[in-house]
């Protein structure tokens, strides 16, 4: 089993895999002050072939920090944002083969009313939950994707991946 820590997100270690939002503390370009603020086009979610936005809600439970499956989307990307508390979610770089690259998976924390949007291509599978028992999460992909551009690798034992927290 491979052990790998935790990393911080931030757009100099992220931007390879995809952008995120701090949605509860947002920054930029702005339309009216206060009490009404409206942020604008704060991130953007590539939806292949589709024209169609489903979301859905995963909801996480605490379990042991073992990374044994991944998949990835060829041809859309996928946005999460945890609703009420941290996860911890692995992602790797798009390869040209379906094996996981365990040696380059990353995990990141991703605070709760951050959206991830990660691109076409890039490995990742279900976050865990951080320092908490249940974090519910909405996920936002082209309607069906988990039928039609889905694709699941599991890890042999001796490559699968423990988090370590510091």
Not at 68 to 76: I, K, M, P, R
Not at 132 to 159: G, S, W
Request: charged fraction near 25%; hydrophobic fraction near 40%; glycine fraction near 6%.
């Amino acid at each position: 089993m491979i052990k790998k820590q935790i990393n911080e997100l931030c757009m100099e270690n992220f931007s390879k895999y995809g952008t995120y939002s701090d949605m509860l503390n947002p920054n930029g370009v702005k339309f009216g002050e206060e009490p009404v603020e409206f942020y604008r086009d704060m991130i953007k979610l590539p939806l292949g072939n589709s024209n169609l936005a489903s979301f859905s809600l995963c909801r996480l439970l605490k379990r042991p920090l073992i990374i044994d499956a991944s998949e990835y989307h060829n041809y859309s990307g996928e946005m999460i944002v945890p609703l009420d508390g941290d996860i911890l979610m692995h992602v790797g770089p798009a390869t040209s083969k379906a094996e996981v690259p365990v040696e380059d998976i990353e995990i990141f924390r991703i605070p709760k009313g951050v959206v991830v949007c990660i691109n076409p291509g890039v490995w990742h599978y279900s976050a865990f939950v951080y320092r908490c028992k249940t974090v519910n999460i909405l996920v936002a992909l082209p309607e069906r994707t988990y039928m039609n551009d889905c694709y699941v690798v599991e890890i042999p034992v001796e490559k699968q991946i423990e988090i370590v927290d510091k």
